[in-house]
């Protein structure tokens, strides 16, 4: 079975501060994982992803990962905050061999301070 | 291009009736998922078709819900009868399909009011 958890539902930073959302994973094989956002009333769109290959990984807007496989994590960063970035944001992982299945972590709702 | 297209975009009914919610995945995506988001429950994975095959449907509640996908470009997510519990977010998501590590692209979703 495959996890992720979200440390902190609720972040706040200053617009431009430094941004880090933290998501730990739990998998039996290699895992894939992504970052997923969400506006207000909308669906879900990709950030970034980490499949194989380097383990820092950048994304749209600025945002990056780096993918730790000793401390089971891949937490999200952006060096500068603006205030679009106001939104929530979920980590998932899926398996490897061919399992589609996203398994979507419990969501950090990120607020930017004017 | 059109992304995945969702209908309706809300539905209030009443506690009982039928609810169905379509989608339009992505033309040339072969993969189509289900979901639905709730405060308490968060995001879950009720069901994904691959080509027109259900592949996963472990997450689907109970034998109220049921999902088709008659063709590659409609899909349909039935509730029969609906519960004041099934109010939630649904949204639709494709895939070009076939591997895990394929970007999922979302709908708008539907915003379901169960009264």
């Known amino acids: 079975a495959q996890s992720v958890t979200q440390l902190g539902s609720h972040v706040s930073v200053s617009e431009g501060a430094l941004v880090l959302l933290r998501c730990n994973y739990s998998s039996s094989v290699p895992p894939y994982l992504f970052w997923y956002v969400q506006y207000p009333n909308q669906g879900l769109q990709l950030l970034l992803k980490y499949t194989t290959g380097a383990t820092l990984v950048k994304g749209i807007n600025g945002f990056e990962a780096e993918f730790k496989k000793s401390e089971t994590s891949f937490h999200l960063t952006k060096p500068s905050a603006h205030m679009s970035d106001a939104a929530e944001y979920f980590c998932?992982?899926?398996?490897?061999?061919?399992?589609?299945?996203?398994?979507f972590g419990t969501g950090t709702r990120l607020t930017i301070i004017p | 291009d059109a992304g995945v297209i969702q209908s309706p975009r809300h539905e209030v009914t009443e506690m009982g009736q039928e609810v169905t919610l379509r989608c339009k995945p992505i033309s040339g995506h072969n993969s189509l998922f289900w979901y639905r988001q709730t405060m308490m429950r968060g995001l879950e994975l009720l069901i994904y078709?691959?080509?027109?095959?259900?592949?996963?449907d472990s997450g689907m509640p109970e034998d109220r819900f049921s999902a088709k996908m008659p063709n590659a470009s409609f899909s349909t997510l039935k509730i029969q009868p609906s519960e004041p519990r099934d109010s939630a977010v649904y949204f639709c998501?494709?895939?070009?399909?076939?591997?895990?590590?394929?970007?999922?692209?979302f709908g708008p979703g539907t915003r379901l009011t169960v009264l």
């Open positions: 998501a494709s895939s070009t399909g076939g591997s895990s590590t394929d970007t999922q692209y």
């Open positions: 998932a992982v899926s398996g490897s061999f061919g399992n589609e299945k996203l398994t």
């Open positions: 078709f691959n080509n027109n095959v259900p592949i996963d």
